[in-house]
């Protein structure tokens, strides 16, 4: 049986935003077509997806890979909107940034000329990243969508997620760039650190990196000096906010709160008392690391849509999900 709100499409859907997108969108109304990548070493468990509710009848499961593009085709074939969640994560920097970089653009690229082709394709949202907007060294507290991070500058920080960021960086204005080309209807989403429970069976980055105090990894403190977070229900609300609307434009960031690394000392230690290895106030005053600015939502607030999550949901449901799935 059809959804009543038709077909759409989900790219990279064993993901922690993809799957929770498509969570958000079975219970909305929509028939969802999502892509994985096969592999042949071992078949995954997908039962965390084919058991969503609704997924019986309105979730068909296909296998594709940004390396071919191509086989995108048959997943977007009757769909009328497509979220491009898929990317490469190469945080082991196993390849050079540049093979990363490539193969996320040939690949975004290429979904893209699929949807070309489609008849019935009416949106593509696009999934990029805080890191494709706040990283270019500008001495400015908060950023909208105007900015754009920098690759030199990006190179400079010598940091863990350079290739993630500058292939996202490229990635989304490339996107954007063919898609203004073509006069296909494309909006990004740019989500800060996302934070929540989860229904794939990997523990995301983005929450163990949030969760860093909790989990006592000590090494990625200076990456929480200013933090910016969304909830990820939010952030598939948003995405689907920006499906729905009338007539979206362009960038939209997407982060509701912000904490300092101070501020989410006091907060996990008042709130989880002696439960976790958080650090004192006094001793993380100390951590030396990049602030980082904080993203402005105004855009997306001014275009309708509202943060339904705080910060307190945010970890008291990530905490709970790392218990239940035996991370912590």
Request: aromatic residues 10%; glycine residues 8%.
């Amino acid at each position: 049986m059809e959804g009543n709100k038709g077909r759409v499409c989900v790219t990279g859907g064993t993901g922690y935003i993809g799957s929770w997108t498509i969570k958000r969108l079975l219970e909305n109304g929509y028939s969802v077509n999502t892509t994985i990548r096969s592999n042949s070493e071992h078949k995954k468990d997908l039962s965390f997806l084919t058991s969503l509710p609704g997924a019986s009848q309105n979730l068909q499961i296909f296998n594709a890979d940004l390396d071919n593009p191509e086989s995108f085709g048959a997943a977007i074939e009757g769909c009328t909107g497509v979220f491009l969640v898929a990317t490469p994560v190469d945080f082991e920097g196993r390849e050079p940034e540049k093979v990363v970089t490539k193969r996320a653009i040939d690949g975004t690229l290429g979904i893209l000329k699929a949807c070309l082709n489609s008849k019935t394709l009416k949106r593509i949202v696009y999934t990029s990243s805080a890191s494709a907007v706040v990283l270019n060294g500008k001495d400015i507290e908060v950023m909208d969508e105007s900015f754009w991070s920098d690759v030199d500058y990006i190179r400079s920080l010598n940091s863990f997620a350079d290739s993630y960021s500058i292939s996202k960086t490229l990635t989304e204005k490339s996107a954007l760039e063919f898609a203004e080309q073509h006069g296909l209807d494309l909006v990004t989403v740019i989500p800060s650190y996302v934070l929540g429970p989860f229904i794939c069976p990997k523990l995301p980055g983005s929450v163990h990196s949030s969760l860093a105090m909790v989990f006592g990894n000590k090494e990625q403190y200076n990456l929480l000096i200013n933090t910016s977070m969304v909830h990820v229900d939010d952030v598939a609300r948003a995405h689907i906010f920006l499906l729905e609307h009338s007539n979206p434009k362009g960038r939209y960031n997407c982060s509701s709160d912000v904490l300092t690394i101070e501020g989410m000392s006091e907060f996990l230690s008042s709130k989880y008392p002696n439960q976790f290895p958080v650090p004192t106030v006094e001793s993380v005053k100390e951590i030396k690391g990049p602030k980082f600015p904080t993203l402005s939502s105004k855009k997306l607030l001014d275009a309708g849509f509202r943060f339904e999550y705080g910060i307190d949901e945010m970890f008291d449901e990530a905490i709970q999900c790392c218990k239940e799935k035996g991370y912590l």
